[in-house]
């Protein structure tokens, strides 16, 4: 990709914003399991990043995609995983559908407060018994009258305790599972919606995760986004951005994670003399490096083939596999070299280590991420290419 002056300023923008308004807080917000998501998005949205590359008549800069994955890179520097998942959250999983489908009286109710920052969404798509298998979930919501009724719970929902609406993927019929479901914008507000208490995960300490369950909760069917039944396909495009920004998100931190931990095997000395100057471990930098670069570079591509309409399933699941795979390794890796300090919980290669490991887990598993690009490539049993 070719980088204007206005990608540098979004990159300024962004850059800026994560060391005056987020870092300062960062190990505040960890140990508390929170932080102030409603006033950091109003600050963003104020900013204009919130809604880089969405319409301009719902108050969003109107960009290519480019631009958004410049910022969701440069998002990156903050120093947990947590706070920059539940702006992905908000730019790139609960909203993509609602702008590109969504009919304007939905848009001017939601999105154009979404990328103002004066709401914050959430994405309901995972269940208890269905995660990656998106053709699997139960949450239903049967006509009556000129509404839904929605019954049914959702899990894992980042944002959820403090979400002011949930883009909701739920059964609309009974038919074939790839055609009978429909994304519905729900007000969190709304009577029967039942938030339980956050849950205690393993890293993304200061972003808030819950289960919400969904009793006989009344909506309009006016809030459906697009047509009836064609949910499941919008979700899967709206998949795309979601991992392309995922994979972009990563890339500063693990290069934030290869640098300290030079610095500190510069610093650590074993046999008399610094870590760094054993050649096992200064090749591996320059290995982990490599390969950070190698995914910059597949992300940069996936996302031009996006701006100029193509499809991109099968690199974005390739990006979004070797990211939470590569990860994986360099959180590893350099946790290795820091011995027993990389075992503290405070260490920052440890939260990256806790952090990062969702990446293969939410989004699409590593296991669906291979199917996806199985099936593209015509591999599969039965399949010709």
Known sequence: MIFTQEHNEIRRTVRNFVENEINPHVE??????????????????????????????????????SYSIVAAEEFGLIKCGGIPMAIGVQTD???????????????????????????????????????????????????????????????????????????????????KVHSNKSLIVVPMDSPGITIAPKLDKLGMRASETAQIFFEDVRVPQSNRIGQEGAGFMMQM????????????????????????????????ETFGQPLINNQVI????????????????????????????????KLASMAKLKTGRLAREVSDSCLQYWGGMGFMWDNEVSRSFRDTRLISIGGGADEIMLGIICKLMGILPGKRK
């Open 237 to 268: 495009v709206q998949f795309q951005e979601e991992r392309m920004f995922a994979a972009a998100n990563v890339l500063k931190g693990l290069e934030n994670c290869i640098n300290s931990t030079i610095d500190y095997c510069r610093q650590r």
């Open 28 to 65: 505040k917000w960890e140990e508390e399991g929170t932080f102030p998501i409603h006033e950091i998005f109003k600050k963003l949205g104020d900013l204009g990043l919130l809604g880089i590359s969405k319409p301009v008549e719902f108050g969003g800069l109107g960009l290519d995609y």
């Open 93 to 175: 999983m609960c909203t993509p559908a609602l702008a590109r489908f969504g009919s304007d009286e939905l848009r001017e109710k939601f999105l154009k407060p979404a990328i103002a920052g004066d709401m914050v969404g959430c994405i309901g798509v995972s269940e208890p018994g269905a995660g990656s298998d998106v053709a699997g979930l139960k949450t239903n919501a049967v006509k009556d009258g000129d509404d839904y009724i929605i019954n049914g719970t959702k899990m894992w929902i980042t944002n959820a305790p403090s979400a002011d609406f949930i883009c909701l993927l739920a059964n609309t019929s009974d038919g």
């Open 282 to 313: 200064h090749f591996r930098f320059a290995e982990l490096q490599t390969e950070v670069e190698a995914l910059r570079c597949m992300i940069y591509q996936c996302v031009e083939q996006y701006i100029n309409k193509t499809d991109v399933t």
